[in-house]
């Protein structure tokens, strides 16, 4: 499923084996949300992790901090989905 754009935000679910490793993906976005500078809003159930990224700085709407933050965590998921 790839990224949906509603709600000035950008949306994606995740879905991974088993807990751990959808923990272990979470854990590897947070490294590069931190080095970016920009932190998503997430929610994690089981294997499931669903992310919502909006610019609060820009009035909550998408720029290219999202889009560039979207990319990274796609390769991320490449490699943990």
Do not use: C
């Not at 879905?15 to 959808?22: G, H, I, P, V």
């Not at 490294?31 to 998503?40: L, S, Y």
């Not at 009035?59 to 490449?78: C, E, F, M, P, S």
């Amino acid at each position: 499923m790839p990224w949906t754009e509603k709600d000035h935000a950008l949306h994606r679910e995740f879905t991974f084996e088993n807990f751990t490793s959808a923990f272990a993906f979470m854990t590897e976005v947070a490294f590069a949300a931190e080095a970016a500078g920009h932190h998503p809003e997430w929610t994690n159930v089981y294997n499931r992790v669903t992310i919502r990224l909006t610019t609060h700085d820009a009035g909550n709407t998408v720029t290219d901090k999202d889009r560039q933050l979207a990319t990274a965590i796609n390769l991320i998921y490449a490699k943990h989905g």
